[in-house]
């Protein structure tokens, strides 16, 4: 079966790229385009044309933004035989969140297009399933739940390099840092990062990643903070093996209840690597050991809990890798 993967940047969407490694390991001929633009009406022209010229078996759309796609379903029998629809971010509620409560029909109508043209729905989380089956389109259709979980590799890779993947500067910064991982951005809570780099002056924190904006919002930069800037994924594993602590420090928000620890890419990795993780504006699906969700407005007090807490080691049952999702995604492809 030739299975085309599809997305607004198909080769930066991790999940996608999660999905593109069990498919081949699975047998799939897998097919993945390259768009020479990122604009949306750009990336629309070029995915079907990808469509027309591929003609696979299946699409598995990946989505966000939706809009995107509109009029996809039209391909059904040139472009494509089958779709399923992967439901990763209630873009509709996104679009609330910048624009108003106006703005959440016009995402959801888009939503609503492509639950109804697909054959199958994916989801990442229970949350976001129940809201994408709530859609009338989407009623009756056959539903998967794919967590994201980090590959096994990513744990070997802290365990073979976590003293020297950071390299000699890293090393020179000292030993038990609380760790924020992502993009530098006020949906991230870097406002509260901030916060609680000033209240906690006698604790050293690292900031790895980036954003359109990192400069302005830290200039001013504590002496306790290190920024590292956006650092490749082989190396994120050996960083987040030296920290003490790490940390969410999202707000509450209306996409708070769809933000789970089956959904949450770095969450998942820091409890992979066996560390504390304090984390607000998340919800929990299931109880996962060493994870305590907070408000916003606690984390300095969870913080400085932890600091005198050794996380629990971790047992065979505690550990939640991609691989684990090897079966639903054949049953998904196989009822096709």
């Known amino acids: 079966m030739k299975v085309l993967l599809l997305s607004n940047q198909p080769e930066r969407t991790t999940r996608l790229m999660m999905f593109k490694g069990t498919l081949e390991r699975l047998g799939y001929d897998v097919i993945i385009p390259r768009f020479g633009t990122t604009s949306w009406m750009g990336v629309a022209r070029e995915a079907k044309r990808a469509l027309l010229k591929e003609s696979p078996d299946a699409v598995h759309l990946f989505n966000v ?10 391909l059904r029998g040139t472009g494509f035989k089958k779709l399923i629809y992967d439901y990763r971010s209630p873009w509709g509620v996104e679009l609330q969140m910048t624009f108003g409560p106006p703005a959440r029909p016009a995402g959801e109508y888009f939503e609503r297009e492509l639950a109804g043209a697909a054959d199958i729905i994916t989801a990442v989380n229970r949350p976001l399933a129940d809201k994408v089956k709530s ?20 744990l070997e890779k802290s365990r073979m390099n976590g003293k020297k993947a950071s390299g000699s500067d890293v090393n020179a910064l000292g030993e038990d840092p609380i760790v924020f991982m992502g993009r530098i951005s006020r949906q991230e809570g870097i406002g509260n990062l901030l916060r609680l780099i000033r209240e906690i002056p006698d604790r050293e924190f690292w ?34 093996s030296r920290a003490r602590i790490c940390l969410i420090p999202h707000g ?10 089956r959904s949450v890419w770095k969450l998942n990795e820091y409890l992979t690597l066996g560390k504390s993780v304090v984390a607000s504006g998340v919800t929990m699906e299931e109880k996962r050991k060493n994870l305590m969700v907070v408000k916003s407005k606690d984390l ?8 005198e807490q050794e996380p629990e080691k971790l047992g065979p049952d505690d550990y939640r890798f991609w691989e684990m999702n090897d079966k639903v995604i054949r049953e998904v492809y196989e009822s096709l």
Do not use: C
């Open 65 to 74: 933004p939706d809009i995107i796609y509109h009029g996809l379903a039209k």
């Open 135 to 154: 859609y009338r389109e989407a009623q009756g259709k056959p539903q998967f739940i794919v967590p994201n979980y980090p590959a096994k590799s990513f």
């Open 207 to 240: 900031i790895i990643g980036d954003g359109p904006f990192s400069r302005w919002y830290l200039r001013g930069l504590p002496g306790n903070a290190r920024f590292f800037g956006w650092q490749p994924h082989e190396k994120v594993a050996g960083l987040i």
């Open 252 to 261: 509450e928000t209306i996409l708070t209840p769809y933000a789970t620890d």
């Open 300 to 307: 300095k007090d969870a913080l400085l809990q932890n600091l």
